[in-house]
């Protein structure tokens, strides 16, 4: 009974941790919502701290005291958005006052549209209902009123005198009162987030003490160093993107300035806010100047400049200068950019939209430099949440070598074919090799997986140069990229017929030898190709083959090269070694344990087994040849890439 009883503890502990980690999120989400008059402010004056901070060092650099030197930042900051809150207001308000004089511009486009439009189409619904918006506007502004179309009385022309009943609304002070209290809830969060900005920029030091104390102080070197470099690669990313959305703002405005839309500085600072909503900011900030250059403008050449001034400047500062700055992206992975938009949008409105990217980014720092934090990286960052080999791996399981094909031809672009080989294929085959050991992988799924990494090496057949050439190269290609580490292109060439010896110039000098339909089968194929493409002539052959190496050995084959992922035994092997040198004597036998890493086992198996040379890399492989093919002219340089565009780490 009991021993029941605790089995089922144990096997319901995972659905009660989702449901307290389901609950968890709720509670917090719910929390985040009802104290979002907290905690707005609270997250808008940590991301203005971030931004402030280099500003206060400045200063104090200057001999300026802290408390002073932070006083002045936050007053010129705050003093910069209220100037820039008073612009918007009176532009707004001269826009508004403009509306009903396109009306005529609108009517007469509609005219021009005619029957290609219909009588009962969408734009001319649109049309009419800008129009009757327009009446409204521009009767609020005559105090008149007129009927509607249901009798009631609309604001227009007069048609009846209106009884007007006079009431004590209370005097001035109710006067003031109606005035005032629209402001006071963007004053009372401008006051608060006036006063956290000043407390987080003046308390800095303190809060990251504090933090690091929640955390742990079992390593207080580390943690104090990764909360310093994570705190300026937030403040040099944060002030980077402010600048670059201040400079596209600054260009619209002008832009609609030459083009003469009108409240040009208006749209310059909407564009400007909303490029920090990813996606679909830049399209929002379009939007209303390009209905507003179609209202302004008798013709189409307002439109058609707006919208070219909008196509052009966003791919350049999107995919150009932004990538040049700080890399490809935020760091985001694009459903967590996405994600976060739709969830901090739900919670926090929009302001919430403006915020959820600068938010995430802070949540994926923490997680990329705190490891109790680390599933905030794994979840919302761009960078693959498996290893390049695990990654290989599975798509070879899932018999997709088409997806892998794509991703080696981007890791090519940085990293030459044998390194590509090295730290991404060959580690996912010893990864398969591993669960075939264990017996978790069925005889059809190791079908399948020989299979692909077949097709994935014939797809690679057509890379006609072995060495990187440069390019634009993915998220996930540039972890693997950055994971292989430097490549070792240089230490090897291309062989010419002429660099090898005399005795190596046959058809096929150099037979790699691999037990058939296995994963040494695969990773001899490797080596031909790597070996072929070096300009050395190398042939497959299977050890069901070896008994036949004997008519092979007229054709002046010089080396041999055994592949095993793991041998059975040292026995196995040196009967392999014995076999090839009795079909084909006096040859060079390489002895190919791809599993082996320690170079003390690898000297005494290659002993054993009497082999002349002994390879765990493709690389060490192909040196070995070279060398044993007498090649001696000087290796080839280290080829010259274009700039590397690999994304740095974000912020």
């Not at 090898?500 to 190709?529: F, H, K, S, Y």
Request: one cysteine or more.
């Amino acid at each position: 009974m009991d021993h029941g009883l605790t089995r089922q503890i144990k096997e319901s502990v995972p659905l009660l941790a989702t449901l307290a980690v389901t609950a968890l999120v709720l509670g917090l989400c719910a929390l985040l919502y009802l104290g979002r008059e907290i905690f707005v402010p609270v997250a808008l004056a940590v991301l203005l701290s971030f931004v402030l901070a280099p500003a206060v060092r400045i200063l104090q650099r200057l001999r300026l005291p802290h408390g002073l030197a932070v006083v002045v930042v936050v007053l010129v900051a705050f003093s910069t958005i209220g100037l820039m809150a008073f612009v918007v207001a009176s532009q707004l308000s001269d826009l508004i006052g403009q509306v009903p004089g396109y009306r005529s511009t609108i009517s007469q486009k509609l005219d021009r549209l005619g029957g290609s439009v219909g009588s009962n189409g969408a734009l001319k619904r649109a049309v009419e209902a800008v129009e009757e918006l327009s009446t409204q506007i521009s009767g609020m502004n005559k105090g008149e009123a007129k009927p509607a179309a249901d009798g009631s009385l609309a604001i227009g022309t007069a048609a009846r005198p209106v009884p007007v009943t006079i009431q004590d609304g209370g005097g001035m002070l109710s006067m003031a009162g109606g005035v005032v209290s629209p402001l006071l809830h963007p004053l009372a969060t401008s006051g608060l987030v006036l006063i956290f900005a000043v407390f987080v920029l003046a308390q800095r030091e303190d809060l990251r003490n504090r933090l690091i104390r929640l955390i742990g102080t079992d390593d207080l070197q580390h943690t104090t160093a990764v909360f310093d470099d994570a705190g300026r690669r937030l403040s040099r990313f944060f002030l980077t993107q402010l600048a670059l959305n201040c400079l596209f703002g600054i260009l619209i405005g002008i832009g609609l300035s030459l083009i003469g839309v009108p409240s040009p500085v208006l749209w310059g600072i909407l564009g400007a806010v909303l490029r920090f909503v990813p996606y679909v900011g830049a399209i929002l900030s379009a939007a209303v100047p390009l209905a507003l250059s179609v209202a302004v403008d008798p013709g189409w050449s307002m439109l058609i400049w707006t919208a070219l001034l909008f196509v052009v400047l966003e791919p350049l500062f999107g995919h150009v200068l932004e990538p040049l700055l700080y890399g490809h992206s935020t760091g985001l992975s694009p459903v967590a950019i996405i994600l976060a938009a739709t969830v901090w949008a739900f919670l926090w409105g929009p302001i919430g939209l403006v915020l959820a990217t600068p938010l995430t980014v802070c949540l994926v720092v923490l997680g990329r430099h705190i490891g109790q934090l680390e599933f905030l990286d794994i979840m919302l960052g761009d960078r693959p949440a498996l290893s390049p080999a695990e990654i290989f791996y599975q798509r070879m399981l899932a018999g997709d070598p088409t997806e892998a094909t794509i991703q080696a031809r981007e890791f090519l672009r940085e990293r030459a074919l044998a390194t590509y080989y090295d730290e991404v294929a060959l580690e996912g085959v010893r990864l398969a090799h591993r669960d075939i050991a264990r017996g978790r992988i069925s005889p059809d799924r190791q079908a399948v997986l020989r299979r692909s990494i077949a097709e994935l090496i014939r797809n690679l057949e057509s890379i006609t140069d072995p060495f990187p050439f440069g390019g634009a190269v993915g998220s996930e290609a540039a972890a693997a990229v950055v994971a292989a580490g430097p490549d070792r292109a240089g230490a090897t060439i291309m062989a010419r017929p002429e660099d090898l010896r005399p005795d190596w110039r046959g058809e096929v000098p150099i037979l790699c030898i691999a037990a058939r339909d296995t994963v040494d089968d695969v990773i001899a194929a490797m080596l031909v190709q790597v070996l072929t493409k070096q300009g050395l002539r190398a042939r497959l052959v299977h050890t069901d083959e070896v008994a036949s190496l004997a008519e092979v050995g007229r054709s002046g084959v010089r080396l041999a090269i055994l592949s095993y992922v793991e041998p059975l035994s040292t026995l196995h092997l040196r009967y392999a070694v014995r076999q090839a040198r009795r079909g084909l004597p006096g040859i060079k036998v390489v002895l190919g344990i791809w599993s082996e890493r320690d170079p003390a086992m690898g000297l005494s198996l290659r002993r054993t087994a009497r082999a002349d040379i002994l390879a765990t890399t493709v690389y060490g492989t192909l040196s070995a040849v070279q060398e044993a093919a007498g090649i001696a002219a000087p290796p080839r340089p280290t080829p010259v890439l274009r700039p590397s565009r690999l994304a740095p780490e974000p912020a």
